[in-house]
């Protein structure tokens, strides 16, 4: 049974940073592409940062380049979101995802909230 558990979410003030955790279990890690969205409510939800599988790169959404850094620990079976200069925009519930390289199902975590407020 695949389970991802996102920890790390909370309030910062603008400008400040945060590092989101997603500890993945059930399934092979380092054959997954891990992802991470967001979705501010009423909003759709959208793609911040991909880690691809194989040591390929990873890439970005434009909001997220040079502010927000993805990376995987295989070994730990987790991937981490660092957010810096965090703006009130970011205000979302944060969404750690993992897609089947081969399979493209997606697996969902239930999220953990960021709020960014002064």
């Known amino acids: 049974q695949v389970q991802l558990v996102e920890s790390g979410g909370g309030s910062v003030q603008p400008g400040g940073s945060l590092r989101l955790s997603c500890a993945g279990s059930g399934f092979h890690f380092g054959s997954f592409v891990m992802m991470w969205y967001r979705q501010v409510p009423g909003q759709e939800r959208e793609l911040v940062a991909r880690s691809m599988a194989f040591d390929q790169g990873p890439d970005y959404a434009d909001f997220a380049k040079g502010r927000f850094t993805i990376s995987r620990d295989n070994a730990k079976d987790t991937v981490y979101l660092q957010m810096d200069t965090l703006k009130p925009d970011d205000t979302a519930v944060y969404y750690c995802?993992?897609?089947?390289?081969?399979?493209?199902?997606?697996?969902w975590g239930e999220g953990t909230p960021v709020t960014v407020s002064s």
């Open positions: 995802v993992a897609e089947g390289y081969f399979s493209g199902i997606k697996y």
